[in-house]
């Protein structure tokens, strides 16, 4: 054979220097250099496991020098742990074969435990006699080290360190096979935090992440070694209760989590509060499977929350029906936008005393694709859920505001124009800006503009919507309070809103003046509001002896059928026609 073209191009003229060729020492030389270079560790032990002879990179990586670990046995290294077992089979598959390879923990000089990746070769001579083991093995903690981040990140949350949605599934996985076996119970509860969203719009995320960090070692602390607490969305956690033998187990544990949870959360020096709402649904009865338990529980999550929040429910059939419903509304309530399918109506409210007509209502009315007549009551909580509101809102505004602009431009006199406000609206932070485009869009003055918001969003929301009712207010639009009584509003945060009007909700007024206790109650709210200096109004007057009752109280307004009903904005053309009697100037 030809030199090789590198010996030709002297390319390995320094090699060829040293003694390289095929001759024996050249060889030696050759394996000299690989064990010397090698960044693998290599150890070379007798057919007894005594060690003969190490490589710098066996130094490098255990931190033992040749003449510390000569003539030792190579067990020495071994890291304990449960490596026996392994070294066992390692040594039985080199008693019937050459080779070993396999991944084992060994131990460094300092004591560290590192794991390797390990080639054993067994050298035996032409007569099958054992007279080596050579040992090749790297480091590989930077590699494990790397893998175990990856699987943390993939499997728990960040911000709680809990298992996240992943990880839960493959732990109800486990719980649920284990139930099956031992033909127990198992139940899933699923939380969503009430009133979360405002505490991380409020006070920013670090006191939102605080508060979810919180929360998951109160859930956490409950728990019983079994049981498993994961963080599987925002502010939505999971348990996982097992062993469960009857359903009142359970709700010892939900009441005892939704008291947990309660409990104000002190984060430098600030108080904060939230509740949950828990949907519970049991393995077997309401699934067998973990998506169709993770499905129902959420669904009863949502009925816990529809049934008032800071509650729990348990799964009922019934419930699923409700979601596939509620998503099939969001869907159609986007089309409903996008084909323009909203109207409004309008309602007039009177002055009691003078009998004038002093403003009008704004009310949403949705026929759907099918010309089905669809509810607010219905279609509204669920806009709200879905975010949808804000846009649907935004529309309404903007609508109402044209009409009343049109009924200036035909010199109709309507007083102002209340249009409804969801608190997501407010918490949405661009409700002023809606606002103010929707009036310079039309032309409408901002006093001649009121906003509704019902007492429940205000309680919830009282920070967020103050700064921006005060500004609504500074832009000379008024603010009512509607369906006022049912959320036990303090009167401290009444006082701090910058609120001109307050609508009895219509349940207090409908048995009036034939029950007692309503007619204290209204009594009661009409002497409140006029000593914080508001208007009284009463929502959903039907009867003369209603509206006589509310005027001997001396109740400002009233709303109602008796009046008039909500009607199409030709229909009230002619009422503010008879309303205005001489144009306005
Ligand atoms: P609300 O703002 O308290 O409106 C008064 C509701 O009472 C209206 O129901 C009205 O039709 C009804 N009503 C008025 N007078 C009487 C009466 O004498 N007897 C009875 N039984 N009912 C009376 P509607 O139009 O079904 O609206 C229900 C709720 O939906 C409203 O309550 C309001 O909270 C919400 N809503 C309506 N339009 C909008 C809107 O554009 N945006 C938002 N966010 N909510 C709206
Ligand atoms: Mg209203
Ligand atoms: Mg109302």
Redesign the pocket.
């Known amino acids: 054979m030809d030199a090789t073209p590198g010996n030709e191009n002297g390319r390995l003229k320094d090699l060829t220097d040293s003694p390289t060729d095929d001759s024996a020492v050249g060889q030696l030389y050759l394996a000299a250099s690989v064990f010397n270079h090698s960044p693998q560790g290599i150890m070379i032990t007798d057919a007894e496991h005594r060690i003969r002879k190490v490589n710098p990179a066996f130094t490098q990586i255990t931190g033992w020098t040749e003449g510390e670990v000569a003539g030792r046995r190579d067990s020495m290294l071994s890291a304990g742990r449960d490596e026996r077992g392994l070294r066992d089979e390692m040594q039985r598959a080199l008693d019937t074969g050459d080779l070993w390879v396999g991944e084992m923990w060994s131990r460094r000089r300092d004591g560290e435990v590192f794991p390797e990746n390990r080639t054993v070769v067994a050298v035996r001579d032409d007569n099958g006699a054992l007279l080596h083991y050579l040992c090749m093995f790297s480091d590989i903690s930077a590699e494990k080290f790397a893998a175990e981040r990856i699987h943390r990140l993939a499997h728990y949350d960040a911000i709680t360190d809990l298992p996240n949605r992943v990880l839960l599934q493959d732990r109800l996985l486990h719980a649920i096979n284990r139930a099956a076996r031992a033909q127990t119970r198992l139940a899933l509860l699923f939380l969503d935090l009430d009133g979360f969203k405002l505490i991380n719009d409020t006070y920013g995320h670090a006191a939102g992440d605080e508060v979810l960090r919180l929360v998951g070692d109160r859930l956490s602390s409950r728990l019983r070694k079994a049981d498993v607490v994961a963080r599987i969305g925002g502010d939505e956690f999971a348990v996982v209760l097992s062993d469960i033998t009857n359903d009142s187990d359970v709700q010892v544990a939900c009441d005892q989590l939704l008291k947990l949870v309660t409990e104000p959360y002190d984060i430098d020096q600030q108080n904060y509060h939230v509740t949950t709402s828990i949907g519970v649904a049991m393995y077997p009865e309401d699934g067998t499977d973990v998506q169709e338990l993770l499905k129902n529980a959420d669904a009863a999550m949502y009925q816990a929350k529809a049934n008032g929040k800071n509650r729990y429910a348990f799964y009922e059939p019934e419930m699923n029906r409700r979601a596939e419903e509620r998503l099939l509304m969001v869907s159609q309530l986007r089309m409903a936008l996008a084909r323009d399918e909203f109207e409004l109506c309008y309602q007039p409210q009177y002055d009691l005393a003078s009998g004038e007509l002093v403003s009008v209502?704004a009310?949403i009315r949705w026929e759907n694709a099918l010309g089905e007549a669809i509810k607010p009551a219905q279609f509204i909580p669920i806009a709200e859920d879905s975010g949808l509101i804000v846009q649907i809102g935004a529309w309404a505004l903007n609508r109402a505001c044209l009409q009343a602009r049109h009924w200036q431009e035909q010199g109709l006199r309507f007083g102002r124009l209340?249009v409804?406000m969801s608190g997501r609206q407010f918490q949405d932070g661009r409700l002023h800006e809606t606002v103010m485009r929707a009036l310079a869009n039309s032309g409408l003055a901002g006093e001649h503009l009121e906003l509704?918001i019902?007492e429940n969003w205000v309680m919830e929301g009282p920070y967020r919507a103050e700064a921006q009712m005060q500004m609504l207010h500074e832009a000379g639009i008024s603010l009512?309070i509607?369906?006022f009584g049912v959320a036990n509003s303090s009167m401290a945060y009444l006082k701090r809103f910058p609120v001109q009007k307050l609508?009895i909700d219509r349940s207090f007024i409908r048995d009036i003046p034939a029950d007692a206790d309503d007619v204290a109650i209204v009594s009661a709210i009409v002497a409140m509001g006029h000593s914080l200096g508001m208007r009284v109004v009463a929502?959903g007057v039907e009867t003369t002896a209603q509206s006589d009752f509310l005027r001997s109280i001396g109740c400002d307004e009233a709303q109602g059928y008796l009046f008039g009903r909500p009607v199409k904005s030709d229909e009230l053309n002619v009422l503010l026609l008879y309303n205005t009697g001489a144009p306005e100037d």
């Open positions: 209502e009310l209340a409804n509704e019902t009512a509607d369906d609508k929502e």
